[in-house]
């Protein structure tokens, strides 16, 4: 993070570094306050944290590892809302969730009911918020992307995939837009830019799929 906020500065841009555990209610609650404290003001939030987990049949799946998934992906992202949302409500603004494919349009990944069902919920989350925010002038929309080339894999635990998996063929290259090659941050970002600019700004309650068309092929 001080990487990028080295190549920020260096850009001509501000920023700062704030750390906090998004599903941890005192932490997220000092981290919003101190950047309000130092900017003013909260115009745009990307609630954009989140893990893979364990995916796992559902009885072997444990308590524990459920807990953990949706405590970081879902609750965290209640919590990012529930401490911005009362400083946006004196401006206006944008709030983007990054949801997935999966849960959203897609079921297909072994195990990953946890996972799935906070991709779902985050969609949910925004489509009734968005009815919720619109008369203060904040918009909130979900990108759902697909395979992107991140770190994610590092917090990802499979077991007993074949217990779980149901045999299926997909067409090799199943991104058709790229032959199958996965998509990148940086088209993610694109995406995440339109929906915190004033181009969109009659858009909300809205998912955006970044995925290339695999979606539609699963």
């Known amino acids: ?12 841009g501000e920023g700062m570094v704030l750390v ?56 965290g992202t209640y919590l990012t809302l529930h401490h911005a949302v009362p400083h946006m409500k004196k401006n206006g603004g944008s709030i983007v969730v990054i949801s997935s494919i999966n849960g959203t349009r897609t079921f297909t990944s072994p195990g990953a009911t946890a996972y799935s069902a906070t991709k779902a919920a985050q969609l949910a989350m925004v489509q009734q918020l968005a009815l919720e925010l619109g008369r203060h002038r904040i918009r909130i929309n979900a990108i759902c992307p697909g395979a992107i080339e991140t770190d994610i894999d590092d917090n990802t635990h499979i077991r007993k995939q ?57």
Do not use: C, Y
């Open 1 to 12: 993070m001080d990487e990028t906020l080295a190549e920020i500065r260096g850009a001509g």
């Open 20 to 75: 906090a555990d998004v599903s941890d209610h005192n932490e997220m609650e000092e981290a919003l306050a101190r950047l309000v404290n130092e900017r003013k003001r909260l115009d745009i939030v990307v609630a954009n944290a989140g893990i893979n987990g364990t995916w796992a049949p559902i009885d072997d799946l444990k308590p524990e590892e459920f807990d953990k998934t949706i405590a970081i992906n879902l609750r």
């Open 162 to 218: 074949t217990r779980t998996e149901v045999p299926a063929k997909f067409p090799d290259g199943d991104i058709p837009l790229t032959g199958g090659e996965s998509g990148t941050i940086e088209e993610v970002a694109d995406v995440i830019g339109f929906l915190a600019s004033d181009a969109s700004r009659h858009v909300t309650g809205t998912p955006i799929w970044v995925d290339g068309g695999q979606s539609l092929l699963r």
